[in-house]
């Protein structure tokens, strides 16, 4: 009887392992749409609650640029084309640490040349000689899905505390 038994379990998990799985669909374009829709406003709601938290006083521009200007400096107004030299450090809004002027050098941007992220691009623009800002990127505005390929690992709101030391 055990034999029979024995032999029953090794044809039925034959069979079963033969069986064809069902093919998952590929995702549509409007399924990675409204999958994107809801990564954004998911994203929007982590960085509103976290303003909050560190008594960050910003509203989301419509480009979805969250910019607290802290000092708003007296020197020339940034425009594209301009370098800017900065004194900065990037974060998360965890607090992990993976750039800063003091460790890396101070930062030099050509404001609209697409060398640098998309949030502080936009946020430069608003700023001026001797201005200090807290710029919060949402993962669309800053290295998307696959990070810099350095330290910053893909999928992350970035913080950027940053002062405008020279606009050339």
């Known amino acids: ?3 029979v038994l ?3 379990a090794i044809v039925l998990t034959l069979v079963s392992c033969s069986q064809e799985q069902p093919r998952r669909r590929m995702p549509s374009r409007d399924d990675l749409i409204e999958y994107n829709r809801k990564l954004v406003h998911r994203d929007s709601m982590v960085i509103a609650t976290y303003c909050r938290a560190q008594s960050l006083d910003t509203v ?5 640029l969250w910019l607290t200007i802290t000092s708003e400096g007296d020197g020339r107004k940034i425009e594209s084309g301009n370098v800017v030299t900065l004194a900065y450090r990037i974060s998360d809004i965890d607090g992990t640490e993976y750039y800063t002027s003091e460790r890396d050098g101070h930062k030099q941007i050509a404001v609209g ?3 640098d992220i998309v949030a502080l ?3 430069l623009t ?3 000689l001797g201005a200090k800002a807290t710029i919060i990127a949402m993962p669309d505005q ?3 899905l696959v990070g810099d390929e350095n330290r910053i690992r893909g999928r992350r709101i970035l913080r950027y505390d940053v ?3 020279a606009v050339e």
Not at 60 to 64: A, F, I, K, L, M
């Open 121 to 123: 691009d936009m946020a």
């Open 142 to 144: 800053a290295y998307g």
């Open 1 to 3: 009887m055990s034999k």
């Open 60 to 64: 989301p521009s419509r480009q979805g």
């Open 113 to 115: 040349s697409g060398q």
């Open 126 to 128: 608003q700023l001026q």
């Open 163 to 165: 002062e405008v030391l």
């Open 6 to 8: 024995f032999i029953a």
